[in-house]
């Protein structure tokens, strides 16, 4: 999952951060109300932790005004106001879920996979295109029965196409959706994953186009690799 945090609080921030990028969740960090705001207006998440207590926007006024703009990311606040009023107030504004501080990481993780069920995108199915095989449950990739070794990038990269099989993904699409903002990334870093990924994928027996160039746009999966 994509994931932005909005928590101006860096000793709960950044510990949560790595947590969540060990668990191979792509993160980004806001500090207050408007960079939150101005975050989730720039990149497409799948989940916001969201602190109910944020200088210059406060975190329930945040949620409605996402809401009202049709922003449909799962949204999971975290507060140390631990009363059932303030639940109430934070759920009616948007809000999926309600965490209270000081929360143990274990227990968010449970959270996240328990929103990550809800959500068609995420379903943990096998994702299949014709000899390969990704099972999200546990990171296993598999072509004609022999196993990829790949990098987090290439991973992601490859369960992006998985996803997302007829269509044509573009490398600013791919860097908007599997690279932190705060990463100095360019486009040429997406060519250079995809052409080791090619060679990882040719060693075990794919055709050479299994991901395609379409000029000028950018990359999609062959069709005729999908056909049964």
């Known amino acids: 999952m994509r994931i932005l945090i909005i928590e101006d609080d860096e000793r709960i921030a950044k510990p949560l951060a790595e947590d969540l990028k060990h668990q191979h ?3 980004d ?6 960079e939150g705001w101005e975050y989730a207006q720039a990149g497409n998440y799948d989940l916001i932790l969201l602190d109910l207590m944020l200088p210059r926007l406060d975190g329930i006024t945040l949620c409605k005004r996402l809401r009202a703009s049709n922003y449909n990311a799962f949204i999971l606040m975290l507060t140390a106001r631990d009363t059932t009023p303030n639940k109430i107030i934070g759920l009616d504004a948007g809000a999926d879920d309600y965490l209270v501080k000081p929360f143990d990481l274990e227990e968010l ?17 096998i994702l299949m295109h014709g000899d390969l095989q990704l099972d999200p449950r546990n990171c296993h990739v598999t072509y004609g029965n022999k ?3 790949l990098t987090h990038k290439e991973y992601m990269i490859l369960e992006c196409f998985l996803k997302n099989p007829t ?5 600013s699409a791919i860097l908007d959706k599997l690279w ?5 990334s360019g486009e040429e870093t997406v060519k250079t994953h995809i052409t080791n990924l090619r060679k990882k994928l040719r060693a075990v027996g794919s055709s ?14 062959c069709p005729k690799e999908g056909q049964i």
């Open 25 to 27: 969740h792509v993160v």
């Open 29 to 34: 960090i806001a500090c207050d109300g408007i």
């Open 109 to 125: 993780a449970a959270r996240i996979r328990a929103l990550s069920r809800r959500s068609q995108e995420t379903r943990q199915l």
């Open 147 to 149: 196993p990829l070794s």
């Open 167 to 171: 269509q044509v993904l573009t490398r």
């Open 180 to 184: 932190e903002f705060d990463k100095l």
């Open 208 to 221: 050479e186009d299994f991901i395609e160039t379409v000029y000028g746009i950018g990359y999609r999966l």
